[in-house]
């Protein structure tokens, strides 16, 4: 099935996009697929102006679709005057050599386009260093298909960032460039333990939003803690991880960070790439699965986060499981919103109902127990200990000391042991 569509192509860079169908995936989750790849190059920042989809038992190894969709590919980069041919699985250099002298156009898989997006999205050393990496990583046994693709004039998807500095040159360049990256980003990862180190022996609580890209993670940070991070109805509109404090409604802080959205399919190079970014996820004491109840494909975006939770060793971590843009949804629809596994709760990131529904849910999921203490009532340094580690309860005077009731977590517990210890705790 080829398609042509109205060509509103200015300066922005023209495209077919291209997908092969397994039958065996349901007419749902094939529209799913395709249309986020279309959602994919319009965050890359591509005009599309034609499609071609097709279902077939087994990917050709010379094409990856059949001949006869070649040539009808063919005609339609011609009739649309496409520069770019994008496909929705990961090509073989082969393939890429092949497509490539037969429709004399530029390839992009969709691992690319996505590495493509995080090149346009890094402003952090830390994540231009790790995108850099993955897509040297990913090209360099793939160099004898991109010859032609690295040598075409005027840029755009898949040449930027490594791209502009050709990449064809010499394998051992590109080589030495991956062990000069993969140095770098040691010193960035060393760093980093050292800031997590010191976090855990002040006893910070940690909290991580997590979620499939555009789900509203970014949005509900900013309306938390009052953040100004980037919010745009865009895949991946968020890169670089971001940390602000959050205060929970007992008065006690802890720190929340936003993580990079996952995708299906995400590449394993980004993956092993970004692991010491992605590893924020396991040093979180509670993560915030964000989901956008919006979405006709939120059950299989929730699974594909449950999937690369695990895949970083995090599937087990204590989690509340967030439907946001909840007011978006149908209200019959809304109510039938629910985790059979993890404690859950339906929010609008503009609703300061819910969200306060949301900081009680935190707080009562971080407090593993209660600890009683007694302080002498002059000690208003210890007293002031007390209210900031976890939620006070119940507090009264006996005699000269404060006795005070206080829901925390283990970690904050432990942190407090050297300053303060209870005579009654109760998990």
């Given amino acids: 099935m080829a398609k042509r569509m109205h060509d509103t192509a200015g300066a922005e860079e023209k495209a077919v996009l291209v997908a092969l169908h397994d039958p065996r995936e349901s007419r749902t989750e094939q529209e799913m697929s395709f249309a986020e790849l279309g959602k994919l190059a319009e965050t890359a920042g591509v005009t599309v102006v034609g499609t071609v989809r097709q279902t077939k038992d087994a990917p050709d190894p010379k094409w990856l679709i059949g001949k006869g969709k070649v040539e009808a590919l063919r005609e ?18 082969a393939q890429v050599r092949n497509l490539e002298r037969a429709l004399d156009a530029k390839i992009i898989d969709r691992t690319q386009l996505i590495l493509d997006i995080f090149a ?7 994540g231009i260093l790790q995108v850099e990496l993955a897509q040297l990583t990913y090209l360099l046994p793939r160099l004898s298909g991109q010859g032609k693709n690295l040598s075409r004039l005027g840029g755009g998807i898949g040449t930027r960032g490594p791209g502009e500095t050709k990449l064809e040159t010499d394998r051992r360049h590109i080589r030495r460039r991956i062990g000069e990256l993969k140095a770098q980003l ?5 760093h980093r333990s050292l800031q997590r180190d010191r976090r855990r022996k002040s006893g910070a609580v940690q909290v991580a939003l997590v979620g499939y890209t555009n789900a509203g993670k970014s949005t509900l940070l900013n309306r938390l803690t ?5 919010a745009e109805d865009k895949l991946f509109a968020t890169l670089d991880p971001l940390s602000r404090i959050l ?12 993580t990079v959205g996952f995708i299906r399919n995400l590449p394993h190079e980004l993956v092993a790439a970004f692991r010491s970014t992605l590893e924020e996820v396991n040093e979180a004491d509670l993560l915030l699965h964000v989901v956008d109840a919006t979405s006709p494909a939120r059950d299989e975006q929730m699974a594909v986060v449950d999937r690369v939770l695990g895949e970083l060793g995090a599937g087990g971590k204590e989690r509340i499981t967030v439907f946001n843009k909840i007011d978006a949804c149908p209200p019959d629809e809304a109510d039938c919103l629910t985790d059979p596994v993890h404690p ?3 929010v609008s990131a503009f609703d300061d109902g819910s969200l306060s529904v949301l900081l009680q849910r935190i707080e009562e999921k971080l407090a593993a127990g209660t600890a009683v203490y007694r302080i002498p009532a002059a000690r208003g340094d210890l007293i002031a200990l007390v209210h900031r580690i976890g939620l006070v309860t119940e507090e009264r005077m006996d005699g000269e000391d404060m006795v005070y009731a206080v829901k925390l977590d283990k ?3 432990e942190t407090a042991g050297h300053r ?4 009654e705790w109760k998990a």
Avoid: N, W
């Avoid at 040691?186 to 060393?190: P, T």
């Avoid at 303060?420 to 005579?423: A, N, V």
């Fill in 226 to 230: 009052r953040a100004d991070a980037p």
């Fill in 186 to 190: 040691a010193e960035v990862k060393s």
């Fill in 344 to 346: 859950f709760v339906r």
């Fill in 247 to 258: 205060r929970l409604p007992g008065g006690r802080d802890v720190v929340l960070t936003d």
């Fill in 420 to 423: 303060l210890k209870p005579f």
């Fill in 120 to 126: 346009q999205r890094a402003r952090t050393r830390e």
């Fill in 411 to 413: 970690k904050a517990f």
């Fill in 76 to 93: 339609l980069v011609k009739e649309t005057d496409a520069a770019t041919v994008i496909f929705d699985r990961e090509l073989s250099g």
